[in-house]
């Protein structure tokens, strides 16, 4: 089966800039994580999706950070503007439901110069 | 609030010598805990987990952790390394929350194996 897939794998911008990251999850799974991990700590929960609705985003940073899932299957988290602070790798994964393994994608390596 | 401590930021083993991975845990319930391991420009993969059944867990690869209560520990173990198992490992609590559930990472360790 396949995997959680995300892209674009790398992406370099300049502070205040526009970026966004696309995630498919695993054909099925009804929940969809994303995860920000900064370098050299865990992944943390941004955001999560019960199908397209949204049932944890409280450590999101609403003022600059956004995400969506448009018919429960893919999803995109967008930054703008980005911050230097946003450097990190953003992690997708998704599961069956919300108590079940979850799978996670190779992630989005981030650099706000 | 769920937390989980990983004791040592680096460890570096031998191949073929054990390995032991060190995680202790903060829970006010029974806790659901897991390894995770993520090679480089990988994704994470799930390497075992304790869901309050058999207190000795077996994992991938010939992992295994044991739960222990009275000292709010869970440590990774293998009695041989390999140098495929060069990694980094995280030790994970699962916070629910009603309709939310989600998991708590620890800040990893980075297992070194030198031939």
């Known amino acids: 089966e396949a995997g959680v897939a995300q892209s674009p794998r790398y992406k370099i911008i300049e502070k205040r800039q526009s970026v966004a990251f696309w995630c498919n999850p695993i054909s099925g799974h009804a929940t969809l994580y994303w995860y920000q991990q900064i370098l050299g700590q865990g992944p943390k929960l941004l955001i999560q999706f019960q199908n397209n609705g949204v049932v944890d985003d409280s450590q999101l940073p609403k003022d600059r950070f956004s995400a969506e899932r448009l018919k429960g299957v893919d999803s995109t988290l967008k930054i703008q503007p980005a911050k230097l602070e946003d450097s990190a790798v953003y992690l997708c994964?998704?599961?069956?439901?919300?108590?079940?393994?979850?799978?996670f994608g190779p992630g989005t390596r981030l650099t706000v110069t | 609030a769920q937390s989980v401590t990983q004791l040592d930021s680096h460890v570096s083993v031998s191949e073929g010598t054990p390995v032991l991975l060190r995680c202790n845990y903060s829970s006010s319930y029974s806790p659901s805990l897991f390894w995770y391991v993520q090679h480089p420009n990988k994704g994470l993969q799930l390497l075992l987990k304790y869901t309050s059944a058999a207190t000795l867990v077996k994992g991938i690869n010939g992992f295994e952790a044991e739960f222990k209560k009275s000292e709010t520990s869970f440590h990774l173990t293998k009695p041989s390394a390999h140098m495929s198992d060069a990694a980094e490992y995280f030790c994970?609590?699962?916070?629910?929350?009603?309709?939310?559930?989600?998991?708590?990472f620890g800040t990893g360790t980075l297992l070194a194996v030198q031939p």
């Open positions: 994970v609590v699962m916070e629910y929350g009603g309709a939310t559930n989600k998991l708590i």
């Open positions: 994964a998704s599961s069956i439901g919300r108590l079940y393994e979850q799978y």
